[in-house]
């Protein structure tokens, strides 16, 4: 069993719909990211988080340390939105240090 | 966007040769790392660095060598590469930066060993 388990692994939605991609965990964490892969490759940070929640535009990641589980929810969500996205946990909010990652989950959205 | 550049971008080896690749940081950020990623695995550390001549291996090393002689230069050395060293290879930094140690990717290496 992978150390991160991200679900589901792939999700067609249609533009304007809620997105939630779940990412569970079996190690104990300083801090959790959220990553994003455009088709190209780029790798872009979205969010660390090592407590509660935490929004940026139409992104919002939360955590729950307790049950050893994050989401990431996209609101009103577009077609630009289409990517991978990759759980990972590790690095710690006070040091930097080696993360573990999900496999990814695949975005598409439709218009 | 944090400067971190990869070099060279698109690399084709055959079987047996030694391949360096390049990660070079304008931040001046104390940690760097080096990830491959492959279809079915996600992104594995290879290497990564805590600071000048300190290194340390990650979950994937073997075949890998590592070198980081200046804070903005992380070398990568595949002694002598094999098909199963075809991937995409990332570098990453991290901080502190802005009080946060997120990790942030250089646009990849793509290596083919054939």
């Known amino acids: 069993k992978n150390e991160v388990e991200q679900s589901p692994q792939n999700l067609t939605a249609q533009e304007g719909e809620f997105i939630t991609i779940n990412c569970s965990y079996s190690?104990?964490?300083?801090?959790l990211h959220w990553l994003q892969q455009h088709p190209g490759g780029g790798i872009v940070s979205l969010f660390m988080?090592?407590?509660g929640k935490k929004k940026h535009g139409r992104l919002i990641a939360t955590i729950n340390i307790q049950e050893k589980h994050s989401s990431l929810h996209i609101t009103a969500s577009h077609p630009r939105d289409s990517a991978v996205y990759i759980c990972?946990?590790?690095?710690?909010?006070?040091?930097?240090?080696?993360?573990?990652f999900g496999e990814g989950t695949q975005l598409t959205v439709n218009p | 966007d944090a400067g971190i550049t990869q070099s060279p971008r698109h690399k084709v080896t055959e079987t047996g040769t030694p391949v360096t690749l390049r990660c070079h940081q304008t931040?001046?950020?104390?940690?760097m790392y080096w990830y491959r990623q492959d279809p079915g695995h996600g992104l594995r550390l290879i290497h990564y660095?805590?600071?000048?001549?300190?290194?340390d291996k990650g979950e994937v090393s073997d075949g890998y060598s590592v070198s980081r002689s200046k804070t903005e230069d992380f070398l990568l050395t595949l002694e002598s590469a094999t098909s199963s060293q075809t991937s995409v290879y990332f570098c990453?930094?991290?901080?502190?930066?802005?009080?946060?140690?997120?990790?942030?990717f250089g646009p990849g290496t793509r290596l083919t060993v054939t």
């Open positions: 660095s805590y600071g000048v001549k300190d290194t």
């Open positions: 190690v104990g964490i300083s801090a």
């Open positions: 990972a946990v590790g690095g710690g909010e006070t040091s930097g240090s080696r993360l573990t």
């Open positions: 988080l090592s407590s």
């Open positions: 990453a930094i991290s901080g502190p930066s802005m009080g946060s140690y997120e990790q942030y």
């Open positions: 931040e001046n950020h104390r940690y």
